[in-house]
T-cell receptor, first 116, second 109 residues
């Protein structure tokens, strides 16, 4: 399966710690977006990167940061973890970065982060 | 502000019955609307989008700009349609998807 891959699949961290989540997009896709999905809610946009530049940021505190590498993979970092950061973190890749048109977002299986 | 509302958390229907999953949105410009589906233990995947105007797995959705709605419909539900369904919006200059809270569709035999 050559879909979007995320690692790790599950993670348990303690309050105040830092965490790094990783995402590999579909081959040929240059855009990666990150979403947070809290239990019982729909995914909420955190960041989008296209061609290694940040192209969008959601309403999240500065504790959340991300970057995209030359191979288009991406990392999401969260510092000073809070209990409320416990969620499923989804990565989505698409061919292009923005705008209308035929740009489908393909989602990974997600990383389940539990903060205790 | 961009907002998507799915008023039903759970919709339970019998096999063969019609299905309508409701979605209303708030956006001042010309949005793109999508329906995503998540089957048990599978990843979120695109079901259909309004610009393609196609029917996928028997599902259709029409964008009603007057009522700001994008309801998902299927005339005869099947057990394999049981899943979580999310309505999502992307703005005309958008680079993000705004999701509703989702509706669980349960098709009973």
């Amino acid at each position: 399966d050559a879909g979007v891959t995320q690692s790790p699949t599950h993670l348990i961290k303690t309050r105040g710690q830092q965490v790094t989540l990783r995402c590999s997009p579909i081959s040929g896709h240059k855009s990666v977006s990150w979403y947070q999905q809290v239990l019982g809610q729909g995914p909420q946009f955190i960041f989008q990167y296209y061609e290694k530049e940040e192209r969008g940021r959601g309403n999240f505190p500065d504790r959340f940061s991300a970057r995209q590498f030359p191979n288009y993979s991406s990392e999401l970092n969260v510092n000073a973890l809070l209990l409320g950061d416990s969620a499923l973190y989804l990565c989505a890749s698409s061919i292009r970065g923005q705008g209308a048109g035929d740009t489908e977002a393909f989602f990974g299986q997600g990383t389940r982060l539990t903060v205790v | 502000a961009q907002r998507v509302t799915q008023p039903e958390k759970l919709l339970s229907v019998f096999k063969g019955a019609p299905v309508e999953l409701k979605c209303n949105y708030s956006y001042s410009g010309s949005p793109e609307l999508f329906w995503y589906v998540q089957y048990s233990r599978q990843r979120l995947q695109l079901l259909l989008r309004h610009i393609s105007r196609e029917s996928i797995k028997g599902f259709t959705a029409d964008l009603n700009k007057g009522e700001t709605s994008f309801h998902l419909k299927k005339p005869f539900a099947q057990e394999e349609d049981s899943a979580m369904y999310y309505c999502a919006l992307r703005g005309e200059y958008g680079n993000k998807l705004v999701f509703g809270a989702g509706t669980i569709l349960r098709v009973k035999s």
